[in-house]
């Protein structure tokens, strides 16, 4: 798209597109720029990151990890410090994904609050990088 390419040649150093109905297909978009881009501060909070979205007090969607994936493989060739991804009703599986990438990237904190998932399943990180886990269960 025009704003991923604009992004990967420009000299913005904060991206937000928080609560903007992004799903997975623009997730994905968004992650094969971030590894081209010096963004340096992430903040997609309130999207339906793996295609689950909160709609009156419930949980819809179809779950599509593929943009989230995307997304968690590439930062760690990203200039990325900090990602915020509160509210974006975040799985277990989509958890263990980011823990697993942390573990390399150079990102020094990460806002996974309101989403639902076992906090424990961050021990292994939680050393090396900040987290907000404020309303995770």
Known sequence: STLCD???KSKIKSFKA???YLGPEPVSMLASTLS???VAVVDISGNALIGLSWTQGYVVGTEDHAGWDAICEV????AVKVFKVSSSQLNSKAITKLASTLA???V???DLSNNRFDPSLLDSIKHKVKLNLTGCA
Do not use: F, Q, R, Y
Not at 75 to 78: E, M, W
């Open 6 to 8: 604009t992004l990967a």
């Open 18 to 20: 928080a609560n903007c």
């Open 36 to 38: 081209k881009a010096g």
């Open 108 to 110: 020094e904190a990460v």
């Open 75 to 78: 930062l760690p060739k990203s």
């Open 104 to 106: 390399t990237a150079g």
